[in-house]
């Protein structure tokens, strides 16, 4: 059993298209962090969230802290190719644990 | 450079060989970490190393031994691999050991033959 979950495992979307997608466990967590893996190299991290509800926009995506810090959900606006890519959620339960990796969503965004 | 450098950035090697992974980061940071990625399976921390003292050793087999001779780099030794070695290995390093942001490298490919 994984403790971080990621769905849908695989999403292919026309260009212009919007899609959400989550990172989910049964466990609290002090942090998530939403990173992009572009084929051929390492993981990006694109955001931190921390606090329970919190909202945060990066361009044209938008991240969200579920309110009780146990899931997360990706939000992209109007796909770009660029876009293209294994989005992958990491969180730690506490400051003090390792970090631990959700097994991703690879999204293909087709012009 | 910039950033965290990784070379080799592909390697195909026997069973039997002998081949180190070499791990290079320009931020200032003190902390520096091996991952495993394997296809459809999550990043799996390996090692982790703060102040060039090993931190962490997630039940790696042997066959890995890693070096860190100072802050700024890090080594992967790989001896008697087996086929399902085979994965992308990144490095990460941070400020502070697994608490901030990690910044990774592009990884290396590792085919085992």
């Known amino acids: 059993t994984q403790l971080l979950e990621q769905s849908p495992q695989f999403l292919s979307i026309q260009e212009g298209e919007n899609l959400t997608v989550y990172c989910n466990s049964s466990?609290?967590?002090?942090?998530l962090q939403w990173y992009r893996q572009e084929p051929g190299e390492g993981p990006v991290l694109l955001v931190t969230?921390?606090?329970?509800?919190e909202v945060k926009k990066l361009k044209r995506l938008t991240f969200q802290f579920g309110d009780a810090r146990k899931d997360s959900s990706l939000h992209i606006t109007a796909a770009q190719p660029g876009d293209t890519g294994l989005y992958l959620c990491?969180?730690?339960?506490?400051?003090?644990?390792?970090?631990?990796f959700g097994p991703g969503t690879s999204l293909s965004v087709i012009p | 450079e910039t950033g965290v450098t990784q070379t080799p950035r592909h390697l195909v090697m026997g069973m039997t060989n002998k081949k180190s992974l070499k791990c290079e980061q320009h931020?200032?940071?003190?902390?520096m970490y091996w991952y495993k990625q394997s296809a459809k399976k999550p990043l799996e921390l390996m090692f982790v190393?703060?102040?060039?003292?090993?931190?962490e050793n997630n039940s790696v087999p042997s066959r890995f031994s890693p070096e860190c001779p100072n802050s700024s780099h890090l080594f992967l030794h790989l001896h008697t691999l087996q086929p399902e070695d085979s994965a992308l290995y990144l490095c990460?390093?941070?400020?502070?050991?697994?608490?901030?942001?990690?910044?990774f490298g592009p990884g290396t490919r590792l085919l085992v033959l």
């Open positions: 990460a390093s941070s400020q502070v050991g697994g608490r901030e942001t990690q910044y």
């Open positions: 466990s609290v967590f002090s942090s």
């Open positions: 969230v921390v606090t329970g509800g």
């Open positions: 990491a969180g730690e339960k506490t400051s003090y644990d390792k970090v631990i």
């Open positions: 931020l200032g940071h003190n902390a």
């Open positions: 190393y703060n102040f060039k003292e090993q931190t």
